[in-house]
């Protein structure tokens, strides 16, 4: 089997919900992952990765007629339960697993995700801290909050306009420093507030009065 590996958001959202699918075999359409060459072969989730259960094509109907076919194997497999162990290893890394800063840069030649122990700095207080964002697959849109639209990345037709956190930091630790950028969960978790609290007390344009209100909440995180 192929092992597909969730992150961020797709852990609470897509995967707890294809977990709770996952006895009656669904069918499941995926955008946008990245391949990795890892035990042979891996995928996993990015940021833009978009999710269909149990698709309305001709493709899944034929493989819901191969897995009538081959209902022993795939009961083995699922009997197994390898995802409680791919779930138990993403979410406690060991020491064996963190990667110094240093290393990154070669090591993305051959991964795309990494384990790191750091210190969190936001050395741009004048960045824009959230967006509006289509609620199924993250990605910015010009729709209004609340506000159902059609959106053309990941097709949905009734997608809805919500505000999301985002904020650049520097990741320091003893072998050098990097960039990243958090989103969602993460970013409210480093800015100690939610997108709908940043979307109701500040501005995409800035006044003085909203600078000096997020220079509040990060100096008080």
Not at 47 to 55: D, G, H, R
Not at 111 to 129: A, C, H
Request: hydrophobic share 40%; charged share 20%.
């Amino acid at each position: 089997p192929v092992i597909l590996t969730f992150w961020d958001q797709f852990i609470q959202n897509e995967c707890a919900t294809i977990m709770e699918l996952i006895n009656t075999k669904p069918i499941i359409l995926a955008k946008r992952l990245n391949v990795v060459p890892h035990n042979g072969l891996s995928l996993s989730t990015r940021s833009s990765s978009t999710f269909i259960l149990n698709p309305n094509i001709s493709q899944a109907e034929s493989l819901n007629l191969w897995a009538t076919n081959n209902k022993t194997t795939l009961d083995a497999i699922l009997a197994q339960k390898p995802d409680i162990k791919l779930i138990s290893t993403a979410m406690h890394p060991t020491i064996d697993d963190i990667t110094n800063i240093s290393d990154v840069l070669e090591l993305a030649k051959k991964r795309t995700n990494f384990w790191l122990k750091t210190n969190i700095s936001i050395t741009d207080v004048s960045q824009y801290f959230w967006y509006m964002a289509c609620n199924k697959c993250k990605r910015a849109t010009g729709a209004q909050n609340n506000q159902i639209f059609e959106c053309l990345i990941c097709e949905e037709k009734e997608a809805i306009g919500i505000p999301r956190c985002r904020v650049q930091v520097q990741l320091t630790d003893n072998s050098g420093s990097l960039e990243a950028t958090l989103f969602g969960d993460d970013a409210e978790k480093v800015l100690c507030c939610s997108a709908k609290q940043l979307m109701e007390n500040t501005s995409q344009v800035y006044s003085s009065k909203h600078s000096l209100y997020l220079i509040f909440i990060l100096t008080n995180y």
